[in-house]
Every structure is written in C-alpha cells, then in structure tokens.
Antibody, heavy 121, light 109 residues
Framework: QITLKESGPTLVKPTQTLTLTCTFS??????????VGWIRQPPGKALEWLALIYWDDDKRYSPSLKSRLTITKDTSKNQVVLTMTNMDPVDTATYYC?????????????WGQGTLVTVSS | SYVLTQPPSVSVAPGKTARITCGGNNIGSKSVHWYQQKPGQAPVLVIY???DRPSGIPERFSGSNSGNTATLTISRVEAGDEADYYCQVWDSSSDHSVVFGGGTKLTVL
C-alpha cells in the first residue's frame, strides 16, 4: 500500500522561502518508472501542478513558477523536498504530493492528505 | 501553454447519467486522466489513460477521448458522486508539464 504525507510550516511570511517535505512508503524512488509530484490548490480554486521528480533524478517544473521552485529527493529516507522562494499571499494554498507510476503520462495515484500553507505577515 | 477547459458546473438527478467534458486542442492525441475531489479531501484518481479505471473505482465511471473533447461519464449517479472533477494531461510539447483543467462541480439534484 502506497502512502504519502506532506509536512512543513503552516504559516510563512511574505518573501520567505517555503520548504515542504513529502514522506512516502510503499514504493521506492529508485525504482525505474516512478515519480513524485507536487500540486497545490488555493482555497476554493482549482488544482495547479508545481513540480515532478523521477526515479532517475530528472526534474520538471511548472513554466510559470520554475524560477522559484526546487525539487529534490532523498531515496534513502523515502522523502521528496520542495522549496519555493519569495512567498506571497497568493501562494496560500493546500499543497499535495502524489505518486506517479507512469513517467510517460504522469497521472497521480495516490495523493497525500495535503498541508495548508498560509502566507501572511 | 496547453489549456484544458471544463464547464464550471454540471447538475444531474439521481439515477441519471452525468457527462463532464474537458476541451483542449487535439486532446484526442493525448492521454487524459480524471480525478474526483470531495470537500476537505485530497483528489482521487477515477480514470487514467482516457478510459481505464483504477481498482476500487465503480464501473459506473467511464471515459472517452476524441478530437478536441474528452468526456467523463458517470452512469446511475448517486448522491455520493457529488464532488469536483478535474481532468489532467501531460503536455509533452516544449513545456513538458502537467496540465489540469479548471474543474467541474457535479451537483446531484
């Protein structure tokens, strides 16, 4: 059974850097064809994809946020870390990590429970 | 960048069939995935590769994709199907990015 769980601060100040950790079990990020993605959802709004990291350390980023995002993995700890710089109130959202078993088409299953991050001074 | 367009809302009576569309330029050439999200919960995959169902998803959920429109069909709709539904593709053009539709709120009357 695959599970993922997001962790990190619930409140960050404008201009600060957000660091979120996704801790997972039930699969290994050293297995060929596997990936982990980050997706966010502002309150009452749609899903927005942020980043993906694959088993071979290939990385993909949302074009609109690429300059602010970094995704890394620690295979030994079964963790994926996302950092987002220069946080703004519009970045207030629930942040999800999710597993993808298909690095060709990149569908997500399952998802973590999500963590709400509020950006406010 | 690639854009997916969904109707904001769809309403259907219990027992009837709901169809939720996802429009995109030549979307028929891409693989479309669908997620269900109930209030306060994380999204759940209900259809992948246009029409495949993950284990545990009822047969009432089906999908199709052709031309410029992909469709999620929910037969014999139940009150528990009321949720937001999102379509998603992988845009393998220059952007190489995941794209989500704007979501559709399914209301069971």
């Amino acid at each position: 059974q695959i599970t993922l769980k997001e962790s990190g601060p619930t409140l960050v100040k404008p201009t600060q850097t957000l660091t979120l950790t996704c801790t997972f079990s039930g699969f290994s990020l050293s297995t060929s064809g596997v990936g982990v993605g980050w997706i966010r959802q502002p309150p009452g709004k749609a899903l927005e994809w942020l980043a993906l990291i694959y088993w071979d350390d290939d990385k993909r980023y949302s074009p609109s946020l690429k300059s602010r995002l970094t995704i890394t993995k620690d295979t030994s700890k079964n963790q994926v870390v996302l950092t987002m710089t220069n946080m703004d109130p519009v970045d207030t959202a629930t942040y999800y990590c999710a597993h993808t078993p298909d690095t060709f088409s990149n569908w997500f299953d399952p998802w973590g429970q999500g963590t709400l991050v509020t950006v406010s001074s | 960048s690639y854009v997916l367009t969904q109707p904001p809302s769809v309403s259907v009576a219990p027992g009837k069939t709901a169809r939720i569309t996802c429009g995109g330029n030549n979307i028929g050439s891409k693989s479309v995935h669908w997620y269900q999200q109930k209030p306060g919960q994380a999204p759940v995959l209900v259809i992948y590769y246009d029409s495949d169902r993950p284990s545990g998803i009822p047969e009432r959920f089906s999908g199709s994709n052709s031309g410029n429109t992909a469709t999620l069909t929910i037969s014999r709709v139940e009150a528990g199907d009321e949720a937001d539904y999102y379509c998603q593709v992988w845009d393998s053009s220059s952007d190489h990015s995941v794209v989500f539709g704007g979501g559709t709120k399914l209301t069971v009357l």
